[in-house]
């Protein structure tokens, strides 16, 4: 059974280990700084296999040597936003969380693969490479996949269709100068500018861009979970499994998309050793012209972590 270590047993730690114990994909270390939580948490968890049927074992600890030789790492660990914050308002905390988070498991776990989840994410994920030193093969961000999934439900939504038939694809930084993709977006294979009047459709990327915030505001404390979860579980299974799936993830760009030197949201593919490639779209001026603005963005944050 390979091993996932999920740094941070919060909200949205403890929700991917969930998701990931139904599907048994591995065995799963659960770790935080607060003690007994961690523990209580994989004990009710471990609880609830026999109802599901799954054979998985799952931990909880506030000891990185129980996280030793994991094939994932997945970095939930940090503070998440309050009303009226942005995710850069956490780069000084998170910063120092991340930081530590990386140099306590690599130390055990070698050969993982490092996931990352705290915001700011492009920022967070940039961090966790220059801590490791590892390739950009084995530190990847999970961004796109939350992003890409908010437009398809709204898009479910507002036509009435199946989620199946909905794909989108939001590419650039984490934050709301994201890039929706309209033009390779499409519902059953008719773009999305097609089949949506062009207010509906902008009004659906509008509220893709500030998706996060409209759940910070609405659950008053804390800041999404569910959907965030989901999305390591989908790369997760994605690299455990083999897939070579293309996701849209943030990566660390060595001139793709016109970028170097940053952590940004492209389309990657994913396999068992990770990052396996980064696909590249055929953009017009225009989108161009909005993910190099969005890409400024995020290189002030990443110049302004403490490194
Ligand atoms: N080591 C391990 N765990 C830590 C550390 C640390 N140094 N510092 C904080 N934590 C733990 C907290 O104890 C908490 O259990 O990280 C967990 C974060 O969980 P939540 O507060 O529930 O936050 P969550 O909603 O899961 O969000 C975590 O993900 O989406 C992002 O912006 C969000 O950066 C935030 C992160």
Redesign the pocket.
Known sequence: MAKVTI???????ATTAHWLAERQLADLVL????EG?PQGKALDLTEAMPVIGSDVRVIGTNDYSDTAGSDIVII??????KPGMS?DD?LAA?SK?VG??VEKSIKVSPDAIFII???PLDAMAYLAKKVSGLPRERVVGQAGILDSARMQAFVAMELGVSVDNVNCYVLGGHGDDMVPLTRHSNVAGIPLDVILPSDRLKAIVERTRKGGGEIVSLLKS????YA?SAALMQMVEAILLDRHLIVPASAYLEGEYGQEGIYFGVPVQLGRGGLEKIIQYQLNDEENGELERSANHVREVIESLPL
């Open positions: 740094i941070g047993a919060g909200q949205t730690g770790i935080d700084i607060v939580m939930t660990a940090g503070l998440a936003r995710r956490l998170n969380i530590e988070a989840l705290t915001n804390g800041s999404a979970f965030p």
